[in-house]
């Protein structure tokens, strides 16, 4: 058998990454048919230019702003607190925790790491979304020790 090279063995990956994808997509090919329209969660007011948006659909996709804890606190509190606002968020636009597909998760300190799981783990359903962890430099704005955002379907 031939010795294959690491750049050989990432197009074969490559490949069949991309021939495996195709199975997935090819459903969702048939949404086209459809008009898919972009929504706001709550929508503007009449006039109004908002800054961002709380949360925007497209098709059955949801995706939420990051919501933090601006009040003085622990990291299990600001982490409770972030994440009961999600749950309320998700509510109000016909999604749940356990339709979370994607979570950042931006920690004002990466030491608060451990004990913000404590608080996070168990929320999502029978199976936790996909989830990234930062400490971005520079902290959260408005002093929040967590901000969470994500991606759901509805």
Same mark, same amino acid.
């Given at each position: 058998?031939?010795?294959?090279?690491? #750049?050989?063995?990432? @197009? %074969? *990956? *490559?490949? $069949?990454? &991309?021939?495996?994808?195709?199975?997935?997509?090819? +459903?969702? $090919? =048939?949404a086209k048919?459809?008009?898919?329209?972009? @929504? =706001?969660? +709550? +929508?503007?007011?009449?006039?109004?230019?908002?800054?961002?948006?709380? $949360?925007?659909?497209?098709?059955n996709?949801?995706?939420? $702003? %990051?919501?933090?804890?601006?009040?003085?606190?622990? !990291?299990?509190?600001?982490? @409770?607190?972030?994440?009961?606002?999600?749950?309320?968020?998700?509510? *109000?636009a %016909?999604? =749940?925790?356990?339709?979370?597909?994607?979570?950042?998760?931006?920690?004002n300190?990466?030491?608060?790491? &451990? #004990?913000?799981?404590?608080?996070?783990?168990? #929320?999502?359903?029978?199976?936790?979304?996909?989830?990234?962890?930062? *400490? +971005?430099? %520079?902290? !959260?704005?408005?002093?929040?020790?967590?901000?969470i955002?994500?991606?759901?379907?509805?």
């Amino acid at each position: 058998m031939e010795k294959q090279s690491r #750049r050989d063995l990432f @197009k %074969g *990956a *490559a490949i $069949a990454a &991309a021939v495996s994808s195709t199975a997935v997509l090819i +459903p969702a $090919a =048939s949404a086209k048919t459809e008009k898919l329209e972009k @929504k =706001s969660y +709550p +929508p503007p007011k009449p006039g109004e230019t908002p800054l961002f948006s709380s $949360a925007i659909s497209y098709g059955n996709l949801l995706f939420l $702003a %990051g919501v933090g804890a601006h009040f003085e606190g622990t !990291i299990e509190e600001h982490t @409770k607190h972030v994440l009961d606002e999600l749950e309320k968020n998700l509510q *109000a636009a %016909g999604s =749940s925790m356990d339709k979370v597909l994607k979570v950042n998760v931006y920690l004002n300190d990466i030491k608060d790491w &451990a #004990r913000m799981n404590t608080v996070y783990q168990g #929320r999502w359903g029978s199976i936790p979304p996909v989830r990234t962890t930062v *400490a +971005p430099a %520079g902290g !959260i704005p408005g002093n929040s020790l967590v901000e969470i955002d994500l991606i759901a379907y509805i």
